[in-house]
């Protein structure tokens, strides 16, 4: 019986020891600020932006919201975003991706102050991480530590494979292992043999956007198992089910894992506390 990660409990944990150090911050005059910026109204990203001010409001950072119509120009964005760069009163600036076809992403991440930048996507912050100074990380490779570390898995020596390579998941992720000395690989499409590869990791931590691609014949018994995929799954009668599946075939890895993620419940919960504690830190850096 593997150990069952749980993301829920871990992230509650986590917002409360923020809710906790936001208020003493605020006890001495400072104040945190989140603005929160979404282009068009895709329903997805319309859900995760509500989740973040939801955290935002229970941990006691104020959320500014920007509520910007499909059409907003490349020009104009870049001109919010300048103004909220010196605007004093904000620490942070998130722009949820993704962004419509008529604005550049990469222009966008960049335009953002590497001191406000707690997506952790800017170049300057993903340049600190790969040379161990610090700087904001992106949220969910970072959440991904914390699971880690807080259900006393050992890290330093292990065999990790990555499966993923993404700028957001898959290389910050490898970076962080790294940062805590595990000997890492990074798996992707391109990737000869990925069954034997993951095989020889003791900690197969898996974003590939596939629904159920790692079976068991991926796993090493005893293998820690994080799986990053989330994906709502066809319920195989025509219909689609509300059932959330991620990219492990959870029901044949857990009995060969020594500890396994869920989903959903498990990486999922992690990103959005990571990206609190990134505001906080934001505040806190201010000078
Ligand atoms: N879209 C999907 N995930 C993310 C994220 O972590 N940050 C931002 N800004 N947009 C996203």
Redesign the pocket.
């Known amino acids: 019986m593997a150990q069952i990660i749980d993301g829920k409990k871990i992230s509650q944990e986590i917002k409360d020891e923020l809710r906790e150090k936001v208020g003493v911050l605020k006890m001495a005059g400072k104040e945190a600020t989140l603005a929160v910026i979404q282009v068009g109204d895709d329903p997805a990203?319309g859900v995760?932006v509500n989740n973040k001010k939801k955290a935002c409001s229970y941990i006691g950072i104020r959320s500014l919201s920007y509520e910007l119509p499909k059409e907003t120009t490349e020009e104009e964005l870049l001109a919010l975003i300048e103004t909220l760069n010196r605007d004093e009163r904000v620490s942070g600036i998130?722009?949820?991706?993704?962004l419509p076809m008529q604005i550049d992403e990469d222009k966008i991440i960049m335009a953002i102050s590497p001191k406000k930048d707690v997506?952790g996507?800017h170049p300057e912050n993903v340049g600190r991480l790969v040379i161990g100074e610090r700087g904001f990380v992106s949220?969910?490779p970072a959440g991904i530590i914390q699971l880690l570390k807080r259900s006393g898995i050992e890290i330093a020596g292990k065999n990790c494979v990555v499966v993923g390579r993404s700028n957001?998941v898959g290389k910050p992720m490898a970076l962080l292992m790294l940062r805590e000395n595990a000997t890492v690989t990074v798996a992707h499409s391109k990737t000869q043999n990925l069954k034997e590869l993951c095989r020889q990791a003791d900690i197969l931590i898996v974003a590939i956007g596939k629904p159920q691609f790692i079976t068991g014949e991926y796993i090493k018994e005893g293998a820690v198992v994080i799986d990053v995929g989330i994906h709502r799954a066809e319920n195989g009668e025509g219909g689609t089910s509300k059932k959330l599946c991620g990219d492990v075939c959870f029901d044949q890895a857990e009995p060969l894992a020594s500890a396994i993620t869920p989903v959903p419940g498990g990486v999922g919960p992690m990103?959005i506390a990571m990206l609190m504690n990134n505001c906080v830190e934001a505040m806190q850096s201010e000078s």
């Open positions: 990203s995760y998130l722009v949820q991706l993704p997506d996507f949220c969910t957001i990103t």
